[in-house]
């Protein structure tokens, strides 16, 4: 089961894509406070910690209502999630800052910034594709901590900033992008393989 937790949290963590969450979070609270980020990288986190949850537990119900087949879903996720770790690889995800006080921790930064369309594809097919209880819970944690690492790193995303530099943010989040292409290609192949067998 450990081994289980360690791999399915390692795969969150790459899906949230936390190198590119944090340089979106820089760039649309610029203007505000230590205090005020503080708060908005809570409030990020409980939307990306019920987003990803209510799609995590409920895909395969999901699944059932629209009568997709899990093979089917696991290609269409895996091309989507290819196309946004392309967009990260080539620097074209850029966020623009927001003008006013509107409230950006919902919208953009939890969806579709961190649970964007790839993310949602890739919930839904892992939650789908565990079967036993044990599994369910410990694919659940993983999660939970997955999204716990990328609010904490929200939390510190100041001194990550003078720590690394914008640069250095580019090049993480590039780096991410490769990894999610890996996830992506891995969860499309699965599902042809599966769905031409």
Known sequence: MLTLFVNI????????????????FLSLTKDDTPAQRQ???IKVTLSVAVSCF???L????????????????????????????????QGKATVSPQGGNEDV???PLAIPITVGPGTIGALLVMGASLETIPEKITASLAL?????????????????ERLLGQQGLTILT????????????????????????
């Open 54 to 56: 209510t799609l995590f």
């Open 58 to 89: 409920f895909g395969t119900y999901i699944f059932a209502l629209f009568g997709i087949t899990l093979d089917a879903f696991r290609i269409g996720a895996g091309a989507v999630l290819f196309l946004s770790a392309v967009s990260m690889i």
């Open 144 to 160: 939970l901590c997955a999204v716990l690492v990328v609010g904490c790193l929200l939390s510190v995303s100041g001194l990550l």
């Open 9 to 24: 949290f390692l795969k969150f963590f790459i899906i949230l894509t936390p190198f590119f969450v944090i340089s979106a």
């Open 39 to 41: 708060k908005i990288a």
């Open 174 to 197: 590039k780096l991410t992008g490769l990894f999610v292409s890996a996830i992506a290609a891995q969860i499309f192949f699965t599902g042809l393989k599966n769905f031409l067998g």
């Open 105 to 107: 921790a919902v919208v």
